[in-house]
């Protein structure tokens, strides 16, 4: 069926080492791909999108660049800071006519812990 | 602020009791969607309505039931409430007629504990 699957967590690392969070979907067709991040006790919000193939979506020092050919979506970022320690969510929609998206659907998300 | 306000952020109540949760979307949004995060089950679609009318039903159950109201806010009723719903309750909303191509922005959720 149709999913989203993220590398498993939880994912440790040292201030300002590289960071990379693998995401793979199966799905006929081309959704629209996003990573959400959550951080203790807030909701999720949007980190990047990307709606085609060979599309990058960037914010914050994060990008995903939309693999069709191996249909993946990682997310990396060249240093991390303590302030990156989250839950990191990726996950893909379609748009349902027009211009309205349908449900999305999440991967089982990824723990990410920065230190000192 | 995200834009999407939930109410109330908390709320704990026995098994058995019925609880009415508040979602209203950003300005202009026409699309509710109200997701159940869990420990086990993660993120989980339960319903999505455009513009007063289910569009979609994902894992909900009967005990659960949604509308959205002229007004574009939304509501979620959880009945017979049992320990395992038990959850974190997120809205969000998407599909404002200004800016087609954002996606979805989330509310900061409710948390519901069944004791």
């Known amino acids: 069926g149709n999913s989203v699957t993220q590398m498993e967590g939880p994912v440790t690392l040292s201030e300002e080492a590289f960071l990379t969070i693998n995401c793979t979907y199966t799905?006929?067709?081309?959704?629209?791909l996003f990573w959400y991040v959550q951080y203790p006790g807030e909701g999720l919000q949007l980190l990047l999108k990307a709606t085609k193939a060979d599309d990058k979506g960037s914010n914050k020092g994060f990008e995903a660049t939309y693999r069709k050919e191996t249909t993946s979506f990682h997310l990396e970022k060249g240093s991390v800071q303590v302030s990156d320690s989250a839950v990191y969510f990726c996950a893909r929609a379609w748009r349902a006519g027009g211009t309205s998206y349908g449900k999305l659907t999440f991967g089982q998300g990824t723990i990410l812990t920065v230190h000192p | 602020d995200s834009g999407v306000t939930q109410t109330p952020k908390h709320l704990i109540t026995a098994t058995g009791q019925r609880v009415t949760l508040r979602c209203s979307p950003r300005?202009?949004?026409?699309?509710v969607y109200w997701y159940q995060q869990s420990l086990d089950q993660g993120l989980q679609f339960l319903i999505q309505y455009y513009n007063g009318e289910e569009r979609a039903k994902g894992n909900i159950l009967e005990r659960f039931s949604a509308q959205q109201f002229p007004d574009l806010h939304s509501e979620l009723n959880l009945s017979s409430l049992e320990l395992g719903d038990s959850a974190l309750y997120f809205c969000?909303?998407?599909?404002?007629?200004?800016?087609?191509?954002?996606?979805?922005?989330f509310g900061s959720g409710t948390r519901l504990t069944v004791v």
């Open positions: 300005s202009g949004d026409l699309s």
């Open positions: 799905a006929t067709g081309y959704p629209s």
């Open positions: 969000a909303s998407s599909d404002s007629p200004r800016d087609r191509n954002y996606g979805y922005t």
